[in-house]
């Protein structure tokens, strides 16, 4: 559903096989320690495609290659065979190895020359990676990949490596493409995270103080070595984890330190010597007496000294940082003093125990409960074979807030376009019976010349998941005549947050993979009617319309499309890997 499955669906087939080994894929899987060098591409009107997975792409003729070690492969495809004797400007292309991974690790293809129309092709700098650590593969053009994370080059130097190495634009008309590598012994170009490794801490240790200023920064001590007598320094030297105390004396300053504007405790080189540490505040005197304070956290401003703040008016929002128990970022406060209770000090004392950190996390939001008096929608929500389409009501790109909202979006090209049509949705206020429903003059009738049924029906409603409400009797409706109906309504498994009723989805195996009901295309309306109860309170004026009642129908037979269901599902599940931000409409398998 989301933008263009048509623009990603077929461009990522060969990224399916990441997920070939599930259960419940009816996947094809290749003769172990088979590997064959090919090119997977598409054209930008997705007309003309290959994809090595053993469907029947003639008339497009390729040439794929066995490799049977470390050497130089060619592989290429014609396209001349085509209908326009060509295929319009490439929207995908890389070449692959199928068991790659497993046959030659660590590998790296070096691209010794691609061609395109018999012309040599001005080639960027490539890399070699997989997706799903079987296929080994390298982009020659791949649009999707916005930030390179993983991948092997010659000399593991990932300097202007590139997923779009060929300017595909170059080439409005390809009739030819053709690709010579050299496989051989690669190197990781992108070093993985590794944990902060502590320097050696000196035999005497490394100084613990405090800092402090006053409102007039008359008053203050930085343990800069300058000289801020007569404030007067106690330090102590941190060996290692364990309990240190620490201190200010201000008897020595005419009226002591008049109050606090900056307040903390910190570690000289904290950071190199104790990284992931939290100093655990055990205790805080103020001239003498224990004062009370909130819940502290430990941060570093560069990386080397540790601290953590006593009062720091200037930390608005505090991001980032460690403690013990794993508190939330709302649980902890930059000024957990409160420094209004506070004038003419004369000392000041921490007590506090050096340990292995936690990072601060961000407090869960919760999610959204239902309200039994609340008010509610639903929307209709569609999907053609062709990809024409209405997103679910919080879909990031296709959503209720966007333009794509009010008609059915088709494609022209890469470019969207609307198909027309009226959309009602409704507003659910208590329980009853409700529908929503496409009408007027859309154009999807071409959009069936392929598949007699649409990929998914569906109604998104921005109920919050809840036990406590349920929907029953939920009857599609084609050109006012119910075509089937649902006892219970079939709730979508991957919606984690609002209520998400399917009533076809061609990537569902529970939903018959959008075959379990038998239509005539619809050329007028297409409406979802269903029966909410559990709310507190009834709808009593709502009144609809019982729709007339189609005779069965008998499922024509239809000739096999070379493309099983269980690759489509495998695709899907790769694109919602690949096309990030959108919202999945699908249960088993996303789109």
Not at 388 to 410: H, P
Request: a negative charge.
């Amino acid at each position: 559903m989301r933008r263009n499955l048509k623009k990603v669906l077929t461009s990522l087939l060969a990224l399916a096989m990441m997920l070939g080994g599930m259960v419940g894929f009816n996947m094809p899987v290749r003769a172990e320690g088979e590997t064959v060098a090919y090119l997977s591409f598409a054209d930008d009107a997705w007309a003309n495609q290959y994809w090595n997975d053993g469907n029947d792409y003639s008339p497009i003729v390729v040439e794929t290659a066995e490799v049977t070690g470390y050497g130089q492969y060619t592989v290429s495809a014609d396209l001349t065979g085509t209908a326009n004797g060509f295929g319009s400007t490439l929207a995908f292309l890389d070449v692959e190895i199928s068991n790659g991974e497993t046959s030659y690790p660590n590998s790296f293809m070096t691209i010794d020359s691609v061609k395109i129309n018999g012309e040599e092709v001005t080639l960027g700098k490539t890399y070699t990676s997989s997706d799903d650590q079987i296929a080994t593969r390298t982009n020659l053009f791949n649009g999707w990949v916005s930030e390179i994370t993983a991948g092997r080059t010659a000399d593991g130097d990932a300097t202007d490596v590139t997923a779009t190495p060929v300017d595909v634009t170059a080439y409005p008309e390809v009739k030819t493409i053709e690709v010579t590598f050299t496989l051989g012994d690669g190197v990781e170009a992108f070093a993985a995270e590794t944990e902060a490794v502590a320097a050696e801490l000196p035999a005497e240790g490394t100084p613990t103080y405090i800092s402090m200023a006053d409102n007039s920064w008359s008053v203050q001590y930085w343990n800069d070595g300058n000289d801020y007598s007569p404030i007067v320094a106690n330090t102590a030297m941190v060996t290692g984890y364990g309990q240190y105390t620490t201190s200010l004396d201000f008897s020595g300053v005419e009226g002591g330190c008049p109050d606090i504007v900056f307040m903390d405790v910190e570690i000289a080189g904290g950071e190199t010597y104790f990284p992931n540490c939290y100093m655990q505040i055990d205790s805080i005197k103020i001239n003498g007496e224990e004062i009370e304070f909130g819940n502290t956290y430990t941060s570093s401003d560069d990386g080397i000294a540790t601290r953590t703040n006593l009062f720091n008016s200037w930390v608005a929002e505090v991001a980032e940082g460690r403690t013990a128990e794993g508190l939330t970022l709302a649980d902890v406060t930059a000024t957990p003093v409160d420094a209004t209770l506070y004038t003419a000090i004369q000392t000041v004392e921490v007590t506090f125990t050096l340990m292995e950190g936690a990072a601060v996390v961000a407090e869960e939001e919760a999610a959204p409960g239902v309200d039994l008096n609340g008010v509610y929608h639903a929307y209709f929500g569609i999907q053609t074979p062709a990809w024409s389409f209405r997103n679910a009501w919080n879909d990031a790109t296709y959503g209720k807030e966007t333009e794509f909202f009010n008609t059915i979006t088709g494609w022209d090209g890469s470019d969207p376009i609307s198909k027309g049509g009226t959309f009602t949705d409704v507003e659910i206020a208590g329980n009853g019976t409700y529908s929503v429903s496409m009408t007027g003059d859309f154009d999807i009738a071409g959009d069936f010349a392929d598949q007699d049924f649409f990929n998914l029906i569906f109604a998104s409603t921005d109920i919050p998941l809840s036990d406590e409400i349920k929907i029953t009797d939920v009857n599609v409706i084609m050109d006012g005549k119910t075509v089937y109906t649902f006892a219970d309504a079939f709730l979508n498994p991957d919606s984690t947050e609002y209520i998400d009723i399917q009533c076809a989805n061609l990537w569902n195996a529970d939903l018959a993979n959008g075959e379990l009901f038998y239509y005539a295309i619809p050329t007028t309306s297409v409406e979802i009617q269903f029966t909410v109860s559990g709310f507190a309170y009834d709808n009593a004026s709502m009144t609809v319309e019982e729709p007339a009642v189609e005779e069965e129908v008998a499922a024509p037979v239809e000739e096999s499309t070379g493309l099983s269901t269980g690759m489509i599902v495998v695709i899907v599940v790769v694109v919602v890997a690949i096309v990030a931000g959108v919202v999945v409409l699908v249960a088993k398998k996303k789109k």
